[in-house]
């Protein structure tokens, strides 16, 4: 006897979106998060993630893109909540550099609305960005800020709405397959589904088996804001998301969606950390002097002083791409995990292809970069 078709192991970015999903297909499911949905210590903190269709990689991700921007608008439909604010995206880099070039390349490849900036029209446009002289940038006319916490309660209130059964404060110690589905465990209590999806972040990897294990790393993720010397030029309105990769220095960050503070953050600092429980949330004086240094170069308009920042753990995998599927053929343990600091602007439709393929609805195709198959044992 089982305690019903599904259990989705972590409420956070992806597994919110799964249960939301989920529970659209069925009701006999359940979301279990060792905490509280969206708490702060998980890779949900930070108030915001940039959504945005231009990039640079696999031409993949386009397609989830696009599904995923629809889904953004049907979430905040059926929840009454304002999830992506839509201010467009700004990516500045090195004319003819290296980020630029291959950026470009994927864009062209998957045929992405854009528009190219020279130095002159971001000066006109954009004035907040103080750029170099041979800097351009590439503007994304469906890029947005997404409110992380936000978007989690509201997948999670959204799936309760439709029958789901949600334990909070309740960490899974063990997972095993059994006859009967898959057996889980949480101190003296136990459960059995049918299937099981692990969406734990940092934390799926005490679940896995060794050989993804091996193939994953928990990192520390920093956040950084600043206060605007004049807070009406970084509203979003006026300030859209941006990445920016200039020679040595990269940073990117979104606008004061709070009316106050505006992150800019560092590019791409992911250090390992032992464990997630235990990521130091303090900044090194390193960490202080370089993003004081950066922002001081690239917004004039900011104070260059750091008036808040956090750290956060996130699970990346050794080729950066996410672990989605099965542990194996016939498993009913359905891992969606190590999205590798770039999962959350694809969170529904990744939650939408979960829900499908660990319920056996459907299955989808053009996914090999992200089966768990690649790692073999």
């Known amino acids: 006897m089982?305690?019903?078709?599904?259990?989705?192991?972590?409420?956070?970015?992806?597994?919110?979106?799964?249960?939301?999903?989920?529970?659209?297909?069925?009701?006999?499911?359940t979301g279990f998060e060792a905490h509280a949905p969206a708490h702060a210590r998980?890779?949900?903190?930070?108030?915001?993630?940039?959504?945005?269709?231009?990039?640079?990689g696999n031409p993949g991700y386009?397609?989830?893109?696009?599904?995923?921007?629809?889904?953004?608008?049907?979430?905040?439909?059926?929840?009454?909540?304002?999830?992506?604010?839509r201010c467009g995206g700004l990516s500045i880099g090195t004319h003819n550099g290296p980020y630029?070039?291959?950026?470009?390349?994927?864009?062209?490849?998957?045929?992405?609305?854009?528009?190219?900036?020279?130095?002159?029209e971001m000066a006109e446009r954009y004035p907040q960005h103080n750029l170099r002289p041979d800097d351009i940038a590439v503007y994304d006319p469906h890029a947005g800020a997404l409110r992380t916490d936000r978007a989690v309660t509201a997948a999670v209130a959204a799936a309760q709405a439709n029958g789901a059964t949600i334990h909070t404060n309740t960490p899974i110690d063990s997972i095993t397959e059994t006859g009967d589905g898959v057996l889980i465990t949480s101190g003296e209590k136990s459960w059995t589904y049918e299937n099981v999806i692990i969406s734990s972040g940092g934390w799926s990897r005490k679940l896995m088996p060794d050989h993804l294990k091996a193939a994953t790393q928990t990192k520390r993720i920093f956040l950084t804001w600043f206060v605007a010397r004049d807070a009406a030029q970084f509203t979003p309105e006026k300030f859209p998301v941006f990445i920016r990769i200039s020679g040595n220095r990269s940073m990117y960050g979104a606008p004061a969606v709070d009316g106050v503070t505006v992150k800019a953050t560092l590019d791409g600092r992911g250090s390992p950390t032992p464990s997630p429980?235990?990521?130091?949330?303090?900044?090194?004086?390193?960490e202080i002097t370089e993003t004081t240094e950066t922002v001081t170069e690239f917004f004039p308009g900011?104070?260059?002083?750091?008036?808040?920042?956090?750290?956060?753990?996130?699970?990346?995998?050794?080729?950066?791409?996410?672990?989605?599927?099965?542990?194996?053929?016939?498993?009913?343990?359905?891992?969606?995990?190590?999205?590798?600091?770039?999962?959350?602007?694809?969170?529904?439709?990744?939650?939408?292809?979960?829900?499908?393929?660990?319920?056996?609805?459907?299955?989808?195709?053009?996914?090999?970069?992200t089966r768990p198959q690649r790692f073999t044992a």
Not at 2 to 28: E, F, P
Not at 42 to 56: E, K, N, P, Q, W
């Open 42 to 56: 998980s890779a949900v903190g930070g108030d915001t993630r940039l959504f945005r269709m231009i990039y640079r």
């Open 277 to 286: 429980d235990t990521v130091p949330r303090e900044l090194t004086s390193a």
């Open 100 to 120: 630029l070039t291959a950026l470009l390349e994927t864009t062209r490849t998957n045929g992405a609305d854009h528009q190219i900036l020279s130095r002159a």
């Open 302 to 369: 900011l104070f260059p002083n750091i008036v808040r920042s956090d750290a956060f753990p996130d699970l990346y995998t050794k080729d950066s791409h996410p672990l989605l599927g099965r542990f194996s053929e016939g498993s009913r343990i359905y891992v969606a995990t190590g999205f590798s600091g770039a999962g959350f602007k694809n969170a529904t439709r990744f939650g939408e292809i979960a829900a499908h393929e660990a319920l056996g609805k459907r299955s989808f195709d053009g996914l090999d970069f």
């Open 2 to 29: 089982t305690n019903g078709k599904l259990a989705v192991i972590g409420l956070g970015s992806i597994g919110s979106m799964a249960l939301w999903q989920a529970s659209r297909l069925t009701d006999s499911i």
């Open 62 to 85: 386009y397609p989830i893109l696009e599904r995923s921007r629809d889904l953004w608008a049907e979430l905040e439909a059926e929840t009454g909540q304002d999830i992506l604010t």
